[in-house]
Structures are given as C-alpha cells and as structure tokens.
C-alpha cells in the first residue's frame, strides 16, 4: 500500500500532461501512486496516461465519460489506496520535494491541516509567490482567515489530506457545483482539525490560465459564489468576521456588476429578482 495517492483529474490537457506527470514521478519521495483520472478527454490525453502507466508502475491510468472535474476527483478518492492523498491539475507541475515535505508535516501533525505555499506562473514563465510575506520561518500556524488573506484558502493542490478521515466523514466534491467546490471540500476538512500548519515554502507552480472556467463569464456568478462566503464563516472567529465581510463587499459588488453587465441578456427585472435569494 503506497503512503500517498496523488489525483490527478485529466481533461484535454495533451499540451501540459507530460510536464506534470514527470514532475510528479521526479519527487524525492517515491512511495506513492499516481491516479490520472481521464474525464473524456477528446484529444491525446488518453493515450498519453496509458503511456504513462505502461512507463511506470505507479501510474494508473482510468477513464470514465465527460463528468467533471468533481466527479473525476470523487474516482479518484474511491480507489485511492495510500494513507494520504494530494491533489494536481493537470495543468500545473510541481517542486521535486513537494511530496517529501508535506507527508513528514502530515506525520509531524496529524491533527493538523497542512498547506503549503505556491508559485503562480503566467504565460511567460515568470514566476512570483502566491503568499508573497517575508517569512521568518519554513512552517508558521495560521488561522484560517490568514490563508484566505493570502488567496491560499480555495484549492486543493496546496494540501495534504488524511484518507481515512476523509471517508470516514464522507467529504466529497459536489458534483453539481461548477465552482467553488474546492473551498467546500477544504473547510469540510478544515473543520475537522485542530489547527493550520502553513509551510511557507514554495512547493507547487500554478499556471495562470486565462481560460480556465475562472475567468469564464457567469451571468449567475454571485449565486455560485454564495456558497463559499457561507462556509468559511464557521472557520472565522468574531474578530475576523468583520474583516472577512469587509473584504466580499468588494467581491459582492463585482459580482451584481457581473449579473448587470450587458452579455446577460435577460431582462432588468429578471436581472434585479436574479440576485434576491
């Protein structure tokens, strides 16, 4: 039985696929198995995870229809083997010691919920930190709120995840939620810990893609962004509360832009009952 699970959900990412999946087999740390979990890809993404798992035997390569990247992260959850499981787009890459170092803080602190720092990377190849602070130490304990400060609190390839604590709490990815369901399935998990261990070094490259469903316009934005205020509330104490709305004001009043702004075509008035809810 390996000691991580590494999910990978695959979607036409023929032009990136080859970069994370070596990036990932390069790790210092070796007990591990990688899942690529292709979501009815409709270019070479298939045969190049096939290839993949022929090269390695850690690999396993899976196929299932166009369901989304929820439904292929849930797969890999279910037939996930290791004691820990971490997650990469396929889009991305990451540092050689990126497995190394959070499975010995996952050991280090078992009751914690351990992220890391990352490097965002644009179209050029130039790369800045994400949380961009000068730390003074490697590993800092944060409060939630920090991480969501540092724009570190919405996604799960910055983590590391006890298996079995999520499937003893059945924390799954909402199948029906096409944004926003990393936020969820975090502070689903995050609830369940007793504290947050940020270790401040760079261990992952997030490619700043401009088409990706984040930067997509969504008439109902504001409704699918509820959701993740509502959530992260339980995990803000009374001080934090008033700084944490303080700061979605701005993002509520992008958001009724959104719904206003002239490619929606509905009308003023089903436009005005849209954002009442």
Not at 25 to 40: M, R, V, W
Request: with cysteine; proline share 2%; glycine share 4%.
């Amino acid at each position: 039985m390996p000691e991580i699970s590494i999910i990978v959900p695959v979607y036409n990412a023929e032009r990136y696929l080859t970069k994370c999946v070596k990036s990932i087999l390069n790790q210092t740390f070796t007990d591990f198995e990688l899942i690529l979990i292709d979501d009815g890809s409709s270019d070479a993404s298939p045969l190049l995870c096939d290839e993949f798992e022929k090269y390695d035997a850690r690999v396993k390569s899976i196929h299932q229809k166009n369901c989304g990247v929820s439904a292929a992260r849930n797969k890999g959850i279910d037939i996930a083997c290791g004691k820990y499981i971490m997650f990469c787009d396929s889009d991305d890459y990451v540092e050689s010691e990126w497995c190394q170092m959070m499975r010995d803080m996952a050991v280090r602190y078992p009751d914690s919920c351990v992220v890391h720092n990352a490097w965002l990377v644009n179209g050029r190849g130039d790369k800045k930190k994400i949380a961009n602070k000068n730390f003074q130490k490697q590993i800092e304990k944060v409060r939630y709120y920090d991480l969501y400060y540092m724009s570190l609190s919405g996604s799960v390839w910055n983590r590391i995840f006890d298996l079995s604590k999520i499937k003893r709490n059945d924390i799954r990815f909402d199948e029906n939620c096409s944004l926003g369901e990393d936020v969820v399935f975090d502070v689903n998990y995050c609830v369940l810990c007793k504290d947050i261990i940020f270790v401040t070094i760079p261990l992952y490259n997030y490619l700043e893609n401009l088409e990706s469903a984040t930067h997509k316009y969504r008439w109902n934005l504001l409704e699918l962004i509820l959701p993740t205020f509502y959530c992260r509330v339980e995990l803000m104490d009374r001080h934090e509360i008033g700084r944490f709305c303080d700061t979605y004001l701005y993002v509520f009043n992008n958001l009724l832009n959104n719904v206003f702004d002239k490619r929606n075509k509905m009308s003023f008035l089903k436009k005005c009952t849209s954002t009442i809810k």
